[in-house]
């Protein structure tokens, strides 16, 4: 079955600290893949996506994901994190021509000021 | 565009209640998918629907839940009757057809709180 892993449930980091959430998933085929923050108390929005080309994509507020289809991974990265990134970060992922989106299970993130 | 739009944002209600729950999509959007969010089991898909019809409906969690696309611009799910487990944040989000890329957009959610 298809699924997609986050490594870390919990990440506390100082303002200023570079950043890297780990997803890893499993499947063999094409994908398209998503990045969504939730801050607190609000709804998922979309951070970022890769579809095809570039597998190093750019999101909005400073975010950046790298495709890494050997890997199967779609790590994401901030060089200098915020006391505003405070969320819970979840990855994403469509496979073949399934019109769901499968889930990790989140991280937290907290930015200590 | 005013987004996914849900109602009630809150709702609170005794134990063996019904509760609706509604959302308005994307206008354009072919596919609805309706969510809970608990921090114990993190975000669960309950139901989607494509094109008004419901593909998959594994998620639901017991016959207490079910859940209507009567036309493009809406849908409901409801809960009859209601139980104290089922307090969580509940979350539509749709899909647009055409856009090929699969993001979801979710509406703000409605949190609901069974006594």
């Known amino acids: 079955a298809q699924s997609v892993s986050q490594h870390n449930h919990h990440v506390i980091l100082s303002e200023a600290a570079s950043l890297e959430l780990g997803c890893n998933y499993s499947?063999?085929?094409?994908?398209?893949l998503f990045w969504y923050v939730q801050y607190p108390g609000q709804h998922l929005q979309l951070l970022l996506k890769?579809?095809?080309?570039d597998p190093l994509v750019k999101g909005i507020k400073g975010f950046e994901a790298e495709f890494i289809k050997s890997k199967f991974s779609f790590n994401l990265r901030k060089p200098s994190v915020q006391w505003s990134d405070t969320a819970e970060y979840f990855c994403?992922?469509?496979?073949?021509?399934?019109?769901?989106?499968?889930w990790g299970a989140g991280t937290k993130l907290i930015i200590k000021p | 565009d005013a987004g996914v739009i849900q109602s009630p944002r809150h709702e609170v209600t005794e134990m063996g209640q019904e509760v609706t729950l509604r959302c308005k999509p994307i206008s354009g959007h072919n596919s609805l998918f309706w969510y809970r969010q608990t921090m114990m089991r993190g975000l669960e898909l309950l139901i989607y629907f494509n094109n008004n019809v419901p593909i998959d409906d594994s998620g639901m969690p017991e016959d207490r839940f079910s859940a209507k696309m009567p036309n493009a611009s809406f849908s409901t799910l409801k809960i009859q009757p209601s139980e104290p487990r089922d307090s969580a944040v509940y979350f539509c989000?749709?899909?647009?057809?055409?856009?090929?890329?699969?993001?979801?957009?979710f509406g703000p959610g409605t949190r609901l709180t069974v006594t």
């Open positions: 499947y063999g085929g094409t994908v398209n």
């Open positions: 890769y579809f095809s080309g």
């Open positions: 994403a992922v469509n496979a073949g021509s399934n019109y769901q989106l499968i």
């Open positions: 989000a749709s899909r647009g057809g055409t856009s090929g890329t699969y993001e979801q957009y």
